[in-house]
Structure formats: structure tokens, C-alpha cells
């Protein structure tokens, strides 16, 4: 205890020593403060788990945060019918994720209807225009039925439940429906050949087929592919091949994917049998042309 005394009696009797010590405790006394202030608005060290929110509503989501002062914040809506309205689908970060207290939660809800759109009129289009009226109107094609024409690909008529589409109409449809394409084709019409759908969402190798002239098939479903994040799979395998050629109207069936690797090899052997496929038809026509 003398020691310490005597300490710091001679520490005030020197300035010099003095002043540097007193700088010593002033940057050790900030660094402290600079320190604990850091920890209270980083929270370090308030890790907490972000609990699975599917199938909540928004208000039970908040009660359910609340223990880890998460913040949901509603950032998308979808339309699913398989889920009741209100509750939530998806959400970011998702279940299990570690995050410190107040971390804003992402989520998307499902709506409780449908939006309806105007069905636009494209009888008398291209199929190629009247499929862009409808994409642009939020819409699809159900259904591609050919009959003998003058014209091909011309719209002659377009149905949507049984009920015809005419001009002034004003029928309207739940957004993403689809509509009857009733499709002329002349007597010299010739078989198409298949777009490439591998490496493509469902969406565009619907667009794809539509605008060549083909109907949707059968749609498969790899395992892990749902409703929620179909959006994300891509086509990894079609029926019949690319390049293939078949008549109007045909279904072609196809495979999604979430598996990248699965979708690369898909898209390697697409781009073989379109080579393999463009050959055989080349030669067929160059046998044909051969004949005496």
C-alpha cells in the first residue's frame, strides 16, 4: 500500500509523468466505452435461431419473432390454391438460420384471390402475335386445336371455358389462366421440328412450344420441386427430342429441375440429338431429292 502511495506521489510531482498517465487512462477509458457501445449495437453475442414461419399467418409470424426481436416484413405475394389465404409461403433468411436480434425476416404471403384480367381478342392474329396479346395480358395457352385452312398459324377462333371470345366481349380470367387457340393449317403444312426446352424455365418452354406450334404435354417433377420454387426449376429432359419433327399440335412433355448438374447434362444431350436430328433430316430430304 506505501508503495502505490509513494507511486503516485511521485507521479504528481512530475508533470511530464503525470500528463502521460493521465493519457493513458483517458485512451484506456475510451477504448472501454468504444468497445461496450460496439457490443450494445452489434448485440454481439445475441445470436438467435429464425424459427419456421410456413404456414403462419403474418400476426402469428410477429408473435412468434417476438422472443428474438425479429422483424417480418411482408416483401411478395403469390397465388396458390393449395394454401389457405393470408398464410406465409416463403421467407428469408430461412428456418434454422442464425441471426442476431432484430433481424429483419423476409416473407412471402399467399393472396387470398386471384387477379382477374381482361381476356384480349386475338381472333384473325398470327399465333406468334396472339400468343405475345396474351403473355402480355398475363395469360397462356390451354390448348393449341388445328383445323384445315387457307392460312396457318392464323387464330380462327379462341374459346376460354367452352364460352367463344369475341370482339367486345369483356369476359375476364383469373390471372395465369389459359385460353383455346382454335389454329388454321393449310393442306401443305409440314411437320415441325421441336424447340430446345432443356435449360429453360416452365414458363419459357411453354412460349417456346406455343410459338412453334405445339401443345404442353405432361409436366414431371424431379424431387424437390414444389409449387413455391418452381419458378427457379428448369427443364432437364423433353419428350419428343429437338429438332424432331412432328405435326402441329403435338404435346411434348417435359422434366423440371432444381439440380444444376442434372440440368447441364440435359442441356449436352439436347444439343447432340438436335445435331443427330438436323442430320437425318437433311439426308432424308436429299434422298428424296435424289429420287428419279
Not at 434454422?96 to 436480434?101: E, L, R
Request: aromatic letters at 6%; glycine letters at 8%.
Amino acid at each position: 500500500m506505501d508503495y502505490l502511495i509513494n507511486l503516485v506521489r511521485k507521479i504528481n510531482a512530475n508533470p511530464i509523468t503525470r500528463n502521460l498517465v493521465l493519457a493513458a487512462c483517458a485512451i484506456l477509458v475510451f477504448v472501454f466505452v468504444v468497445n461496450l457501445m460496439l457490443n450494445l449495437f452489434t448485440r454481439h453475442g445475441q445470436v438467435h435461431e429464425v424459427p419456421d414461419l410456413s404456414g403462419l399467418s403474418v400476426e402469428e409470424a410477429v408473435h412468434a419473432g417476438k422472443g428474438a426481436s425479429l422483424r417480418i416484413e411482408i416483401n411478395d405475394s403469390l397465388y396458390v390454391p393449395a394454401y389457405p389465404g393470408g398464410v406465409i409461403l416463403e421467407q428469408n433468411p430461412s428456418p434454422g438460420a442464425k441471426v442476431k436480434s432484430g433481424r429483419r425476416v423476409f416473407v412471402t404471403i399467399n393472396s387470398f384471390n386471384q387477379k382477374m384480367v381482361p381476356i384480349p381478342y386475338v381472333t384473325g392474329y398470327s399465333l406468334r402475335q396472339a400468343k405475345n396479346n396474351l403473355e402480355m395480358a398475363g395469360l397462356g395457352i390451354d390448348k393449341l386445336i388445328y383445323r384445315s385452312d387457307l392460312a396457318t398459324n392464323y387464330v380462327l377462333e379462341e374459346r376460354y371455358n367452352g364460352k367463344l371470345i369475341s370482339a367486345g366481349s369483356q369476359l375476364e380470367a383469373e390471372i395465369g389462366s389459359g385460353i383455346t387457340l382454335i389454329v388454321g393449317k393449310g393442306g401443305d403444312a409440314e411437320p415441325q421440328s421441336v424447340p430446345r426446352l432443356v435449360g429453360f424455365s416452365a414458363r419459357e418452354a411453354k412460349s417456346r412450344l406455343w410459338e412453334a406450334g405445339f401443345n404442353v404435354g405432361k409436366i414431371s417433377y424431379d424431387e424437390g420441386v414444389t409449387l413455391l420454387n418452381e419458378k427457379d426449376a428448369r427443364v432437364r429432359a423433353q419428350s419428343p427430342g429437338v429438332s424432331t419433327r412432328h405435326e402441329y399440335g403435338t404435346a411434348v412433355n417435359f422434366t423440371l429441375s432444381l439440380d444444376e448438374d442434372q440440368i447441364e447434362k440435359g442441356r449436352t444431350a439436347a444439343e447432340r440429338a438436335a445435331k443427330a436430328a438436323a442430320k437425318a433430316y437433311a439426308d432424308s430430304v436429299t434422298k428424296g431429292v435424289q429420287k428419279p
